[in-house]
T-cell receptor, first 110, second 113 residues
Framework: TQLLEQSPQFLSIQEGENLTVYCNSSSVFSSLQWYRQEPGEGPVLLVTVVTGGEVKKLKRLTFQFGDARKDSSLHITAAQPGDTGLYLC??????????FGAGTTVTVRA | NAGVTQTPKFQVLKTGQSMTLQCAQDMNHNSMYWYRQDPGMGLRLIYYSASEGTTDKGEVPNGYNVSRLNKREFSLRLESAAPSQTSVYFCASIYRPLNTEAFFGQGTRLTVV
């Protein structure tokens, strides 16, 4: 059982549609991060959320941290084929132990 | 600026053989990590080193050992490789504290036959 549960595991949508990816845990985190990974590469950080209830926007991506700091969501508006990739959430069980969810594979069809 | 460098990029081992995966970072980061990535499993933490001179077990440490050789280098050793250790291995480093960005290497694709 992973500390961070992501859903859905796979998501395939048409260009222009919206999508939401969820990251849930029974543990409280001081912060949560979202990474994106492309084939053959290591993950790259998209955002870090720190405060409960925080909402951060990165162009068409909106990230939210739950009020209780146990969950987070990533929403993409008007998805484009360039958004295709593996999206991973990550959080620390302690100050140094960084754990990842299983990831959501997003495919945006042109 | 190299960032995080892993060697080798690819490796094929026979069951029972041993090998060491090397990782080096040039960003003066304090904390380093080893993960394995399998289909549908995301990244699972094998071992981590919060700072030079310390190492701790992650979620899946069995069958592995690590050495934090100095601040720059963190190696992962498989003493007796098993087919279940076929995976892609990633090394990462973080400055400190935890909510700063983790930087990853390009990965090592290991196949144990």
């Amino acid at each position: 059982t992973q500390l961070l549960e992501q859903s859905p595991q796979f998501l395939s949508i048409q260009e222009g549609e919206n999508l939401t990816v969820y990251c849930n845990s029974s543990s409280v985190f001081s912060s949560l991060q979202w990474y994106r990974q492309e084939p053959g590469e290591g993950p790259v950080l998209l955002v870090t959320v720190v405060t409960g209830g925080e909402v951060k926007k990165l162009k068409r991506l909106t990230f939210q941290f739950g009020d209780a700091r146990k969950d987070s969501s990533l929403h993409i508006t008007a998805a484009q084929p360039g958004d295709t990739g593996l999206y991973l959430c990550a959080g620390g069980a302690n100050d140094y132990k960084l754990s990842f969810g299983a990831g959501t594979t997003v495919t945006v069809r042109a | 600026n190299a960032g995080v460098t892993q060697t080798p990029k690819f490796q094929v081992l026979k069951t029972g053989q041993s090998m060491t995966l090397q990782c080096a970072q040039d960003m003066n980061h304090n904390s380093m990590y080893w993960y394995r990535q399998d289909p549908g499993m995301g990244l699972r933490l094998i071992y981590y080193s919060a700072s030079e001179g310390t190492t701790d077990k992650g979620e899946v440490p069995n069958g592995y050992n690590v050495s934090r050789l100095n601040k720059r280098e963190f190696s992962l050793r498989l003493e007796s490789a098993a087919p279940s250790q076929t995976s892609v291995y990633f090394c990462a480093s973080i400055y400190r504290p935890l909510n700063t960005e983790a930087f990853f290497g390009q990965g090592t694709r290991l196949t144990v036959v």
